[in-house]
């Protein structure tokens, strides 16, 4: 039989990382500096494309830094014409987006 | 005045809630799942910023195309890439019809406020999906200079023998228990398996020269997230009832081998044997978006849930590695009955396949030069003729049963109510019998054309350029010596249906 694939050893592990993809645009470029930033410990990935977002236990976006950045306000739909992916849980309260490892965020809970 | 938050809005919006009082509600698949009245849509979807959202999503899109079309970028893109778009567009617009009814069914079926606003955005999605992929196709129909196949693309895919996949693939959408639905296409499909196709793959089409296909898939994606989201609240409300968990656990078991079936094959085939530029391993991708994103971070951390991840998965992992290399072998030895083109490996493809796949070119390769050899009608000869038989097509996946190598297929053979079926694997096996009354209403595809010329069947089923004699297919790209009906005719080659006794 075959080595196992890279696969077969992390099946059965639970992860902490949480990600979330941005298609090429300015909002994107502007979250990637947001990002380096403020999480420094994210792991970013440019795929010519789309650009992967990696980090352990929280991502969160907001958008009144994201707008500072941007040179104009940026609303939470507005960002999201830019999102397209995501792992992990969401949360989109009024002006934040975050992306939890946590199964079940406060939110979600009761 | 200040704008008052999304959360209070939110909230507020859900008291307008409607009930089913006006009707006796009816429907056509009852649930087996006892579904709780409180479940959480994470976006917060309101229908004034989903507009605003998806009017920008659309004028980025269109914008796009019109700059395409300006830029004649449909002929820079690598003509192997496109003529493999010929195939998979239908199948992914497919995907987004069976998905426009699944959402519907589920607004209909689960009376859960907050989850159903979720599911109203959503049938909206899928709506503007098939539109875009619509677009797409007619995009690359009036720009690339061989468009024949995308003018027949949905009835051809509906035709074809691989084609069918896309059918039993995507049909469980709207079929059967509705939480299953979801299961199927809201945490399955959506969350797992849209990541390499839709995410990943529009790397690969950059890599090809296509920009039309990438910023579509992309802004496609972008609504897939909300779906993603829609599957996590249909799934944390259903389990918060006990009895519901061993129901969920088969459905994401059924559902995730059956997914991956024909969204590794197709995904694997077109990334990597209708790509000239390669800029990942589909095994890695797997890897990356399928184990690590889904099953590391979403699955395996549902076990306080009793939910489990499907037991099936080193099997997929096995079968990952060799299914789309024979899937595509599969492909291009059935060649004629295509209505796309397939041209022949180049010595780089070779050499990029073995460094991926080491053992690649003493498994594969043979076929690859025998292909080569017969690509020009003057060869007199077509793959199909070389097969000791044709293989039959799975009763449940509708793969060829060729999987996961076709040197070594796992298919197994049966009666059932007096009929012979075959199946392309264990996995399949286990599913058909959980219910096999879901699969035994078609016919194996080659039962209707037995002891038919393969000309005849090439023209029953319209693969047949408008001069009537030019097949859609063939293996080359070559414009100067096309494949004709009588070069076909004139191989007397019969249909045998393998499983006929």
């Known amino acids: 039989?075959?080595?196992?694939?890279?696969?077969?050893?992390?099946?059965?592990?639970?992860?902490?990382?949480?990600?979330?993809?941005?298609?090429?645009?300015?909002?994107?470029?502007?979250?990637?500096?947001?990002?380096?930033?403020e999480m420094p410990d994210a792991q970013i990935t440019d795929n010519d494309c789309f650009y992967k977002i990696e980090r352990e236990g929280l991502l969160e976006l907001d958008m009144a830094k994201l707008g500072e950045l941007l040179g104009r306000p940026i609303t939470v739909p507005e960002f999201l014409v830019n999102m397209s992916s995501y792992y992990g849980r969401i949360v989109i309260n009024d002006g934040i987006l975050q992306i939890h490892s946590d199964i079940l965020p406060a939110r979600f809970r009761g | 005045m200040a704008t008052p938050k999304l959360e209070e809005v939110h909230d507020k919006s859900k008291r307008y809630d409607w009930g089913f009082d006006y009707a006796i509600p009816d429907p056509r698949y009852k649930t087996r799942y006892l579904i709780p009245p409180k479940g959480k849509d994470p976006f917060r979807v309101l229908i004034r910023d989903y507009m605003a959202m998806e009017s920008e999503k659309d004028a980025r899109v269109f914008g796009a195309l019109d700059a395409d079309v300006r830029y004649k970028t449909a002929d820079f893109s690598e003509p192997r890439?496109?003529?493999?778009?010929?195939?998979?567009?239908p199948a992914f617009t497919d995907a987004e019809y069976q998905a426009v009814k699944g959402a519907g069914f589920l607004i209909s079926c689960v009376q859960n406020q907050e989850l159903r606003q979720g599911y109203a955005g959503q049938m909206l999605d899928e709506v503007r999906h098939t539109q875009l992929e619509t677009s797409l196709r007619r995009y690359y129909l009036k720009n690339y200079h061989d468009p024949a196949g995308f003018d027949i693309g949905q009835r051809a895919l509906g035709n074809h023998p691989v084609g069918t996949m896309a059918r039993a693939s995507f049909q469980p959408f709207n079929t059967g228990d509705p939480i299953e639905v979801a299961i199927c296409l809201n945490v399955v499909l959506e969350t797992a398996y849209t990541n390499p196709l839709v995410v990943a793959l529009p790397q690969v089409a950059v890599a090809n020269g296509d920009r039309a296909l990438a910023t579509t898939f992309l802004s496609i994606q972008s609504d897939e997230s909300r779906h993603m989201a829609n599957g996590y609240g249909t799934l944390m409300c259903c389990v918060q009832e006990a009895d519901n968990v061993p129901f969920l656990n088969e459905a994401l078991e059924r559902h995730f081998w059956h997914?991956?079936?024909s969204m590794d094959t197709l995904v694997g085939v077109v990334s990597e044997y209708y790509?000239?530029?390669?800029?990942?391993?589909?095994?890695?991708?797997?890897?990356?978006?399928?184990?690590?994103?889904?099953?590391?971070?979403?699955m395996n951390r549902l076990k306080e849930f009793g939910l489990r991840a499907p037991s099936r998965l080193p099997d997929v992992a096995r079968f990952v590695k060799d299914m789309h290399h024979s899937a595509a072998l599969a492909l291009a030895a059935i060649w004629p009955?295509?209505?796309?083109?397939?041209?022949?490996?180049?010595?780089?493809?070779?050499?990029?396949?073995?460094?991926?796949?080491?053992?690649?070119?003493?498994?594969?390769?043979?076929?690859?030069?025998?292909?080569?050899?017969?690509?020009?009608?003057?060869?007199?000869?077509?793959?199909?003729?070389?097969?000791?038989?044709l293989p039959p097509f799975c009763q449940v996946c509708h793969a060829p049963c060729v999987m996961p190598r076709f040197d070594a297929p796992e298919t197994r053979v049966f009666e059932h109510a007096g009929k012979r079926y075959a199946v392309c694997s264990e996995g399949c096996d286990w599913i058909f019998k959980l219910n096999p009354t879901i699969y035994t209403g078609c016919a194996n595809w080659w039962e209707p054309w037995h002891g038919?010329?393969?000309?005849?069947?090439?023209?029953?089923?319209?693969?047949?350029?408008?001069?009537?004699k030019t097949l859609m297919a063939q293996p080359h790209l070559g414009a100067s010596r096309m494949w004709t009906l009588d070069d076909i005719r004139r191989l007397d080659y019969i249909i045998q249906d393998p499983l006929r006794s």
């Not at chain 1, 993809?21 to 979250?31: K, T, V, W």
């Not at chain 2, 038919?452 to 009537?468: H, K, S, W």
């Open chain 2, 259 to 261: 997914q991956h079936m």
């Open chain 1, 1 to 37: 039989m075959a080595e196992p694939s890279r696969a077969t050893r992390r099946m059965t592990d639970a992860r902490e990382t949480v990600g979330i993809s941005l298609m090429g645009s300015e909002e994107a470029h502007a979250a990637l500096a947001l990002v380096r930033a």
């Open chain 2, 452 to 468: 038919m010329n393969l000309a005849d069947v090439i023209e029953a089923l319209g693969y047949v350029r408008p001069d009537g």
């Open chain 2, 81 to 89: 890439w496109v003529e493999g778009m010929k195939f998979a567009v």
């Open chain 2, 337 to 389: 009955l295509n209505f796309w083109r397939i041209d022949p490996l180049t010595e780089r493809d070779y050499e990029w396949f073995e460094k991926a796949y080491p053992g690649w070119h003493a498994r594969y390769g043979g076929f690859w030069d025998m292909y080569r050899a017969m690509s020009d009608p003057s060869s007199g000869k077509i793959p199909m003729q070389t097969l000791p038989a």
């Open chain 2, 275 to 298: 790509s000239v530029h390669r800029p990942w391993v589909y095994q890695d991708v797997w890897e990356e978006w399928v184990v690590d994103d889904f099953i590391g971070s979403y």
